[in-house]
């Protein structure tokens, strides 16, 4: 089992960068895949980067390269460094967690995952 929490959100101007990050608990963090999708309200969750065991990474098509995710398999944690934000990526931003037999494989589902952290908060002020 593995709990996970979010940290690093916030309110930022148009065209600003956040840095998200999520603490993982556990020794076995390198044995899963992560996830990190976002929630606006009224509207669906999706995805916005899907990392395997070994760091590959996936993004959601409208990232467009401003995002880039990353993990940390000493210090059990992940992170999602965001750059030229607009207004519409203000969601709630979590992190999701699934275990992974193949290091390659990273998955773009959120509902594929196990478990989930409590989200953050960011805002993107225009």
């Known amino acids: 089992q593995v709990q996970l929490v979010e940290s690093g959100g916030g309110l930022v101007q148009a065209g600003g960068s956040l840095r998200l990050s999520c603490a993982a608990s556990?020794?076995?963090?390198?044995?899963?895949?992560m996830g990190w999708f976002r929630q606006a309200p009224g509207k669906e969750r999706e995805l916005v980067a899907a990392i395997s065991r070994f760091g590959g990474t996936h993004y959601g098509d409208f990232v467009k390269g401003r995002f880039t995710a990353s993990r940390d398999n000493v210090r059990n944690m992940v992170y999602l460094q965001m750059n030229s934000l607009n207004p519409e990526d203000t969601a709630v931003y979590s992190c999701a967690a699934k275990w992974a037999i193949y290091s390659g494989t990273y998955y773009p589902a959120y509902d594929e995952y196990d478990y989930w952290g409590q989200g953050t908060q960011v805002t993107v002020s225009s």
């Open positions: 556990g020794r076995t963090f390198s044995g899963y895949a």
